[in-house]
């Protein structure tokens, strides 16, 4: 029988697939057999028009690792449940609270022989998931698993919801990994506050800094949050969007202010030509046009040539800037651009010796297996 390790977090879009690339990038170069699900799909693009969900339900995450890790059909582990309103009002009024047979199922693929890391990814939180019996203690519990978890600091009282973490999950805690630190704190969090968990007995495996391409969100997802009309530049929807500028200056200024930044969706008045121009000269993924009016026709016609996306929304620019803001962090790690720099990150900035100790798996960084 393999060992089985699950991934989880306080709360969403912490870094968890992050973290799930980086170890099994790993093992699989190391010739380590590995096998990855979620127990809760909770990233599944559902036909409003089909009330049936397909079976084998495999989540779009675990779909995309296992493409991007060339995994086989056999490697990925089916959902049990989909986290979704239409499931959750099925539940909440049969009244049910527990993951049924699909759980025991689970618990004896689990069982059956198999030399290698199982690695199951929890839903968004700690509670996440309880409606379905599937939250992140009772898998854990559940398949006997133990448990790393992913969270995102900001200062010391970050600390509060690990000790409430370790407090559900005893000893099927293994350790932590600490993401999303600004990058100037990082040598900080590792003299100063690693120690001071670990006296808590909190093992960390891990401090990896914030990045700008891990929160980025590509043009085609801004599309569809804003339900945008994409005015050129169909085929450029692909492109990342890391940082967000408002054009509400003077050409001038904004000129200055544009070379500053890189990879921007420029968020700007339908009537500010002299805006989008600038725009379209600085490192502009996007360029999003609010209000009443459409652009003059030689603005697109420089979009086109400098491929940069023209979306026109209905929205005025406050509303747009807010969702656009939200955006960021908040989105699937579904680019292989993303996926390259994960790896690279985990390797950086994990232990994994000490991490592959704590498992019994007979693997080490730097002399293989």
Not at 61 to 85: K, N, W
Not at 330 to 355: G, M, P, S, W
Request: charged fraction near 25%.
């Amino acid at each position: 029988m393999g060992t089985t390790l699950m991934v989880g977090s306080c709360e969403p879009f912490s870094g968890k697939s992050a973290l799930v690339l980086g170890i099994s990038r790993y093992l699989i170069a190391a010739k380590q057999k590995i096998r990855f699900g979620k127990p809760l799909a909770t990233s599944f693009d559902v036909d409003p028009s089909v009330s049936v969900v397909p079976t084998p339900l495999i989540d779009d995450d675990v779909r995309f690792i296992g493409e991007t890790l060339e995994l086989s059909e056999e490697q990925l582990i089916p959902s049990l449940h989909l986290l979704a309103s239409s499931t959750a009002d099925e539940r909440l009024f049969y009244g049910q609270l527990d993951a049924g047979e699909g759980l025991e199922v689970l618990r004896q693929k689990l069982l059956a022989p198999f030399e290698g890391l199982t690695i199951l990814e929890a839903a968004g939180s700690l509670h996440e998931g309880l409606l379905y019996g599937l939250s992140l203690g009772q898998v854990a519990r559940g398949v006997d698993a133990q448990v790393v978890l992913v969270h995102l600091w900001q200062d010391s009282c970050s600390v509060d919801a690990l000790l409430a973490a370790r407090e559900q999950l005893g000893d099927r805690l293994l350790g932590i990994v600490l993401n999303a630190v600004t990058p100037d704190d990082v040598k900080a969090l590792e003299n100063d506050v690693v120690p001071a968990l670990e006296a808590l007995g909190m093992v960390v495996f891990g401090v990896m800094p914030r990045s700008p391409l891990l929160r980025s969100v590509t043009v085609g997802e801004l599309v569809r949050r804003l339900d945008a009309r994409v005015l050129c530049c169909l085929e450029r929807l692909e492109l990342l969007v890391e940082t967000l500028s408002i054009g509400a200056m003077n050409v001038n200024s904004a000129m200055e202010f544009f070379r500053r930044r890189r990879n921007m969706a420029v968020v700007t008045g339908a009537d500010r030509t002299d805006i989008q121009l600038a725009a379209l000269e600085a490192s502009t993924q996007c360029l999003i046009l609010t209000g009443a009016g459409e652009p003059l026709p030689q603005l697109i016609n420089r979009a086109e040539e400098l491929e940069v996306p023209l979306l026109k929304v209905d929205r005025d620019t406050l509303s747009t800037v807010e969702v656009i803001e939200q955006a960021f962090g908040h989105v699937r790690l579904h680019e292989a651009v993303k996926a390259t720099y994960a790896f690279r990150l985990v390797q950086e900035h994990c232990d994994l010796d000490r991490l592959f100790d704590s498992l019994e798996l007979p693997c080490r960084v730097n002399g293989r297996c």
